[in-house]
């Protein structure tokens, strides 16, 4: 098992002030081992996919509480991929209602977690994650 | 009685209140107890049974009757017997033409005041059309740009006769300006505009984060509101100071408390520094809280709340008026309380926060609607929170009798304790130089965030028991059946194409000189609410007015905290 710790980006898109969540979620990653970078509030697309880029994560992380998320998660994805980052590990959480989830899961947005997740279980979940994508990565090289 | 029989007897007391004392300290040793956390939801330790020797107060200093000082029991002599609270549920979503249609549904409904949402946009100083409003425009709230969506707010309302509370912080005063711009307009002299503007930047700093400019001149703007509504519109409230979003962003009662009453304290003294009198102002600042589960703590608290500020008023800042001693504030049930998982019990929570609020003697009230953790509220939904109030209200009796729990050895226990863990706070704030500085340098911030992370801990390991989230748990992964409000986002487009036409519409050059009077007020140091009135009247748009406020004072920049 490699020993490389996993980097995290947590971000918050948008105009949206709620950060508890996130600061939260930060924390806990943390606290299990990850090393986390945090954006900060009131992020553009643009700013968080460069952010990814120079820091040369293997996870971005989205929290959005605005309803603005059909909006600016797809731009988020499309700005990663256009600085050849489209390979991180995609995901978020917030207010987001069930039914846009499963459109974002189609678009290529791996699980999204609701109120009410424990913080744990989404450290555990990016852990596997995470290892499951560097171990295909290892079987290609 | 003669004294000496009076002696007799009380001694005889005493000696069995304390054989029944160590009679049941013998008892509850032996108890065999549940397995569960006794501790309020902030965390603090509460012993099984409260007595005498936990709760030693001097009536009249301590606690005074209703509408005496220290307020502790309330600001009015007969609280609720002369008038119930107000009922003011909080609306806004899409356009100005939808959540118009919104406040005359709660008008309709028995609402007795309206309370603005603002969509993100608007609460940064951002038009519906820059760049940074993309996607959303009308989402957690209404979008209001100019003076002509504020008509179209309040078209058909009386302002004279309706109270409005705005929440709005950073580019407050415009808003404020909008408003009274738009009253004008209806034929409506300021001086009958009844409300209430947020314009609590410090808070917005520590836990709401939609800010605009940084500290010291969003203060300066603060004052001129202040200042203008003293002489122009005297039955505004220049300010709401909100704890509500501290809490919501993870402090305890404590620090909501805490850190609400010195944000207070740091606005009256900016008040007093700029050559106004404590009582010109103070009677006109009010308040706002949470109401959260924990049913004794939060009406302690706002016991609490009313005795700190009164003493302060008046030993420290001098306040002589009565009016300016006492605390009016706004509730609002706890947002962070509700659960998306089983959300019909959203209902009961809410119903008893909003009776502690009640016990706790709010002046109004908003009841979340059980829907809130997945989208705005449904019609169904607001109607129900507003009936809870109105169920509390007319059937449960309790609003007849002020303070009600006075003198109960918990309740006062209690309240001495929040009250001593706010002063702590005070004291730890002026060491660290005061509130500002600590908020710059994030101090405020981390407080709030390691309650926060303290409180997720103890949901996660099950201390504390969240029903339907980590207790009594239903299929982990079924999803709510539950009606979801969706803005449209033609809203944006509307909008936007509004905006436009106005621009065309309007007289360039009355916009353009409305624009340099308020470059020249920031530079000159007069009172920019009035001019931000003028450039409202001139159909200036909100984002081109904080682009001056912008360019002339920067933008706030959040301290690091992670």
């Known amino acids: 098992m490699s020993k490389r710790k996993i980097k995290v980006l947590v971000a918050k898109p948008g105009l949206d002030g709620h950060d508890r969540g996130a600061k939260t979620v930060a924390t806990v990653l943390r606290d299990q081992g990850m090393e986390v970078v945090y954006t900060g509030l ?51 959480g ?29 450290a555990e979940w990016i852990q596997a994650e995470v290892e499951k994508l560097w171990s295909e990565e290892g079987a290609k090289q | 009685m003669k004294p000496s029989t009076q002696d007799q007897s009380t001694s005889e007391a005493r000696v069995v209140s304390s054989n029944g004392r160590a009679k049941w300290e013998a008892a509850s040793a032996k108890a065999k107890l549940r397995d569960a956390n006794f501790t309020t939801i902030s965390g603090s330790e509460l012993k099984p049974v409260y007595g005498p020797e936990d709760a030693e107060f001097d009536y009249d200093t301590d606690l005074g009757h209703p509408g005496q000082f220290p307020f502790t029991r309330g600001v009015h002599p007969t609280m609720y017997r002369g008038r119930l609270w107000t009922m003011r549920q909080f609306a806004g979503f899409g356009t100005a033409a ?87 307009n209806q034929g409506i002299d300021p001086a009958k505009l009844r409300g209430t503007v947020q314009n609590d930047i410090l808070k917005e700093y520590q836990a709401q984060h939609a800010w605009l400019v940084p500290a010291e001149p969003a203060l300066r703007m603060i004052t001129d509101a202040m200042s203008y509504c003293a002489e122009h ?21 404590a620090q909501e408390l805490a850190f609400t009453l010195a944000n207070g304290m740091e606005y009256v003294a900016h008040g007093v520094a700029a050559g106004m009198d404590v009582d010109e102002f103070a009677p006109r600042l009010s308040f706002f809280f949470d109401s959260h589960l924990d049913f ?33 504030f706004h509730t609002q049930t706890a947002g962070v ?51 809870t109030q109105q169920i509390i209200a007319e059937e449960t009796e309790v609003a007849h009798v002020a303070d009600p729990l006075a003198g109960s050895y918990f309740v006062e226990a209690q309240t001495d304790r929040l009250e001593a863990e706010a ?83 309007r007289d360039a050059q009355a916009a353009k000189s409305a624009l340099d009077g308020v470059r020249a007020a920031c530079k000159d140091g007069s009172n920019l609410l009035e001019r931000f009135v003028t450039a409202a009247h001139a159909y200036c ?18 301290p690091k905290i992670l």
């Not at chain 2, 989208?375 to 009936?387: N, Y």
């Not at chain 2, 748009?541 to 959040?558: H, P, Q, W």
């Open chain 2, 98 to 184: 939808q959540t118009n249609e919104r406040f005359k549904f709660l008008l309709d409904h028995g609402q007795t005041g309206l309370s603005v949402a603002f969509d993100f946009p608007t609460l940064m100083g951002y038009d519906s059309d820059q760049p940074h409003s993309l996607g959303e425009v009308g989402q957690v709230g209404v979008a209001i740009s100019s003076l002509e969506d504020m008509e179209i707010l309040m078209g058909g309302i009386p302002m004279d006769r309706v109270s409005t509370s705005m929440t709005i912080n950073g580019p407050a005063p415009i808003l404020l300006a909008f408003y009274i711009a738009c009253g004008e």
């Open chain 1, 42 to 92: 009131h992020q553009t697309p643009e700013m968080i996919a460069e952010v990814a880029l120079q820091e040369d994560v293997d996870v971005v992380g989205l929290s959005i509480l605005s309803g603005a998320h059909m909006s600016l998660f797809p731009r988020i994805r499309e700005e990663l991929k256009a600085r050849g980052m489209g390979h991180v590990l995609l995901t978020g």
């Open chain 2, 337 to 387: 309380s509700l659960t998306a998982q089983q959300p019909e019990n959203n209902i009961v929570r809410t119903a008893m926060e909003a009776m502690a609020a009640v016990l706790g003697g709010t002046q109004s009230l908003h009841t979340n609607s059980m829907d809130e953790t997945l989208s705005l509220p449904t019609e169904k939904a607001v109607k129900i929170a507003l009936r």
């Open chain 2, 423 to 505: 002063e702590k706070y005070f004291e730890e704030i002026e060491r660290r130089g005061g509130v500002v500085a600590c908020t710059e340098a994030g101090y405020i911030q981390r407080e709030i965030h390691h309650s926060a992370v303290t409180y997720q801990r103890a949901i996660e390991s099950g201390a504390k028991k969240v029903v339907g989230v980590n207790t009594y748990v239903e299929g982990k992964d079924a999803k709510p059946e539950i009606d979801i409000h969706r803005i449209d986002p033609e809203v944006e487009r509307e909008q936007c194409a509004r905006l436009a036409s106005l621009r065309e519409r």
């Open chain 1, 94 to 122: 917030g207010i987001i209602p069930v039914e846009d989830m499963e459109t974002l899961h189609s678009q290529g947005f791996a699980k999204l977690f609701g109120p009410g997740t424990n913080t744990v279980e989404i």
């Open chain 2, 296 to 328: 004794f703590e939060e009406i302690c608290k706002f016991r609490a709340a009313r005795r700190i500020w009164a003493r302060k008023m008046r030993d420290v800042f001098g306040a002589k008026d009565p009016k300016s001693w006492m605390i009016r």
């Open chain 2, 541 to 558: 748009t909100l984002g081109e007015i904080t682009e001056v406020l912008r360019e002339e004072f920067g933008e706030y920049k959040e």
């Open chain 2, 233 to 253: 519109v005297p039955q505004w409230n220049t300010i709401s100071i909100s704890g509500y979003h501290i809490r919501e962003a993870g402090s305890t009662a």
